[in-house]
């Protein structure tokens, strides 16, 4: 069961009205990596966790706080268009060939669509899509996906405060670099004990006569230069064994060749 609470999560009141700010602002809204992407990754995660009451517990703790985050963005959003409509900017741009170019980046969706709103859409106005999420049981293999997707937002974030002066927007944006780092420091924790119970390596449960055990623990180097050879070399894997290097590796199978297709399929057949 959720409630909502009409107060704000945090602050999300701009010094001005800015268009432009306004679209800039949906990508953390609703793109890949914005808080909608989140939410609902967290949700879904949460929800489908089976016997791991502590994970699932986590996940729901701050899924919900993510429902309040996009709520905040939406909020600015809308602030942000408030006395800004596409009249007002059209008008200006008549006036001032330097604001024209300002202007030039609005999203008219925002005039035109939602009515000074924001959107469930990323800064180009391209749908969020549940495309963007990852839920798929494996609780550890979850974990690291939201190591980072919260790594994305942040640094998206941080791009965003570059991008403005104004000290009501790099309010909320520094509350979301916080909850941003602290959300990355948890699942971190949440990892390294799944990692000390299931080891290093998505799945844990895989058998090793599964495996072509002499390829695994080796680097091959496909591509000119020897630049990564530094990363492997006479080094031990996390999972205790050693790794090896391989240059300019040979193909491990003969070239194919393929039978010809049934004459009722009408493809090219082969040269004889």
Same mark, same amino acid.
């Given at each position: 069961m959720f409630t909502h609470k009409k107060e704000l999560q945090y602050h999300a009141t701009p010094e001005r009205p800015d268009a432009l700010m306004a679209r800039r602002l949906q990508e953390i809204l609703g793109g890949q990596w914005g808080e909608m992407s989140v939410m609902n990754m967290y949700l879904f995660q949460g929800w489908n966790a089976r016997g791991n009451e502590k994970y699932k517990d986590l996940l729901l703790d701050t899924a919900t706080e993510e429902i309040g985050h996009v709520e905040m963005i939406a909020t600015m959003i809308a602030q942000l268009l408030d006395k800004a409509p596409l009249s007002a900017q059209e008008e200006a741009v008549e006036s001032d060939p330097a604001i024209a170019a300002v202007m030039g980046g609005m999203n008219p969706q925002h005039a035109i669509v939602t009515g000074l709103g924001a959107a469930p859409r990323d800064s180009n106005g391209n749908p969020w899509t549940s495309n963007y999420i990852v839920s +798929? *049981?494996?609780i550890l293999a979850d974990m690291r996906m939201n190591v980072t997707a919260e790594s994305q937002g942040r640094l998206q974030v941080a791009r965003l405060y570059e991008m403005t002066e104004d000290k009501g927007i790099r309010d909320?944006? *520094?509350?979301?670099?916080a909850r941003d780092k602290q959300h990355q420091l948890q699942w971190i924790e949440a990892i390294k004990e799944l990692e000390a119970k299931e080891g290093i390596v998505v799945p844990g449960t895989v058998p090793e006569k599964y495996e072509v055990s002499d390829v695994t623990h080796t680097?091959?180097?496909? +591509? /000119? *230069? /020897?630049? +990564? $050879?530094?990363?492997?070399?006479? $080094? /031990?894997?996390?999972d205790g064994n050693d790794f090896k290097y391989i240059k300019n590796p040979e193909a491990m199978a003969d070239k194919p060749v393929l039978k010809a297709p049934p004459a009722q399929l009408h493809s090219t057949p082969p040269e004889k």
């Open positions: +798929s *049981g494996n909320m944006l *520094g509350f979301l670099l680097l091959y180097n496909f +591509s /000119e *230069g /020897e630049d +990564s $050879k530094p990363v492997v070399d006479g $080094k /031990e894997a996390a």
